[in-house]
């Protein structure tokens, strides 16, 4: 009799023992129920709010335990000014942009586009290489370095993708306002820019960098006259957009209850992302 | 005596099997079973029987048979609303469990028209010690483009559950959270609903 006894104690510990060192780690308070060997997936609750604070820290995990976390409220002083430029920019995509990418679509075939589209990334090399090296990845700038050699000679200046069809080399999609961040620059405020859409103070400054590091402005301001490089831009995004068809874009806000602020989650959330990358 | 031992030992390693690897309770891993879904959804989207426009209904009701078992909309539910849950009595907990199914069910349903050969692969799962999981996969586009889909799911008594998808670190929970929270700012929550039904309303499938 006594060995079952034992033998349930172990039971016990056994099973209880992940449970309480996973909460023990979390919640100092939830110590005391795990003695009594409950299985807690409620009782977790009233620990979930002090968890749910540190959330800046690790989202997806403070995320699993902590569903009740207060969202941390977002910088968004300049809101009247940013809905209206969410306004502006979503007529211009569904009344101006969309209609063009659509008859571009049926015009020329899909292989063409993301030609296109290649070249232009290609071309925009040394804003990822600069950023790589900016944010210590030097792996990542010889991978950049090494892309362009393959692309610009196989792969046809750049219109095709050899380094990443034949040798499996990817991209490093590097830019400015990230190396800001992963020196833990602030984001600042949310700011909603004409035709350039979701971006926030760090990100400002960060697309002034990338510009000065892209090529095509360079291009732009000795070679071309202003009409010439709005035209050049205003074709990249058309071809950009064909490519995606729009559906980033349209798959944020469509289902949204309140979509400048889907939007502007979705552009916060994938930020944070890319600078913890 | 020796036979008691016997019994013993045999009864302490069953315990220990019991004890020591929980995941046998389990029927599939949740990685697994986010793939077999799947893979039903997508037997679904490439069966010629409901090919074209005109099966559009028909197709779109076999998906969710078969898509929504996996998804635990009453987590979703409480995890988009937040703080603010708490507050709700059960039967506004229950409408609205109803409605976000159903803003779901339409934006996301209605997105597999456009289904065109996309490949969905999986990349690895990750499990804690307890009930959470995620399994991380990518969908291949027919451009080449790379999108990165996880799933985070629970576990209620040994059953794998999705309670938010994440894309491009855009998690799907918190993205409605942003938006209820914003409106339950300014406004009550009767106004949320109504904003809700609007929706639900206005994007009928």
Redesign the interface.
């Known amino acids: 009799m006594k ?1 079952y006894v034992g ?1 349930m104690l ?2 016990g510990l ?2 209880f023992f ?2 309480a ?2 909460s023990a780690e979390n919640l100092p308070i939830a110590a005391s129920d795990e003695s009594e060997g409950k299985v807690l ?1 409620e009782g977790n609750v009233s620990g979930e709010e002090t968890i749910g604070k540190d959330d800046d820290e690790d ?2 995990e403070a ?3 902590g ?5 941390a409220p ?1 910088k968004d002083s300049l809101q009247p000014f940013n809905r209206a430029m969410f306004f502006f920019n979503d007529k211009a995509f569904h009344y101006f942009f969309k209609p063009i990418y659509k008859g571009y679509n049926s015009m020329i075939p ?1 292989q063409a ?2 030609s296109v589209k290649n070249f232009y990334s290609n071309i925009r090399m040394p804003v990822r290489f600069f950023n790589c090296l900016f944010q210590a990845n030097f792996k990542g700038a010889g991978t950049e370095m090494l892309r362009f050699v393959i692309n610009s000679t196989v792969g046809v200046a750049g219109f095709l ?1 050899p380094a ?2 034949k040798f499996h080399i990817e991209k490093q999609d590097r830019d400015f306002g990230q190396t800001l961040g992963k020196y833990r620059m602030k984001s600042g405020t949310y700011i909603v820019w004409p035709f350039v859409g979701p971006s926030n103070t760090r990100d400002t400054i960060g697309f002034v960098g990338d510009t000065v590091l892209d090529p095509i402005t360079w291009v732009s301001y000795f070679f071309l006259k202003p009409i010439e490089s709005v035209g050049n831009y205003t074709y990249e995004s058309v071809n950009g957009l064909s ?2 068809t729009g559906d980033t874009y349209e ?2 806000t ?5 979509p400048y ?2 939007l ?3 552009y916060l ?2 930020r ?3 600078i913890k990358e | 005596m020796n036979k008691r031992k016997v019994i ?1 030992s045999i ?2 390693g069953i ?2 099997l ?3 690897s929980p995941s046998l309770w389990a029927a599939e891993t949740p990685g697994t079973l986010v793939m077999t879904t799947i893979d039903r959804g997508l037997a679904v989207l490439k069966d010629p029987a409901l090919k074209g426009a005109e099966k559009v209904q028909a197709r779109r009701q076999r998906l969710w048979v078969e898509i929504s078992p996996i998804f635990n909309f009453e ?1 979703m539910s ?2 988009a609303l ?2 603010h ?2 507050k709700r009595s059960p039967e506004e907990k229950k409408e609205f469990i109803g409605l976000f199914t159903n ?2 069910k ?3 349903i209605g ?1 597999t028209d456009t289904y065109s050969g996309e490949k969905i692969v999986f990349i690895k799962e990750k499990q ?5 999981a ?1 399994v991380q996969t990518k969908i291949i586009t ?4 790379v999108v990165l889909v996880e799933y ?1 799911m629970l576990s209620n008594a040994g059953k794998w559950q999705i309670y ?1 998808v ?1 894309i ?4 799907l929970v ?10 339950l700012m300014k406004s009550p929550y009767e106004e ?1 609903v109504q ?2 039904k609007g ?1 639900v309303g206005k ?1 009928e499938i």
């Open positions: 060995r033998a172990f039971l056994v099973v992940p449970v060192s996973l997936p989202p997806s995320d699993q335990i569903m009740e976390a207060e969202v977002v899909v586009r993301v993708d990443k069809s490519v995606d798959s944020v469509k289902p949204a209850i309140d602020i889907a502007q989650d979705a959330q994938n944070l992302k890319k | 013993s009864f302490y315990v220990l019991i004890g020591i987590e409480k995890r937040g703080q849950w708490k803003i779901l339409d934006a996301y997105k804690d010690e307890k009930d959470y995620s027919n451009t080449g483009a985070r938010d994440v491009e670190g855009v998690s918190n993205n409605y959270r942003s938006q209820f929270n914003n409106i949320l904003k809700i929706k994007d």
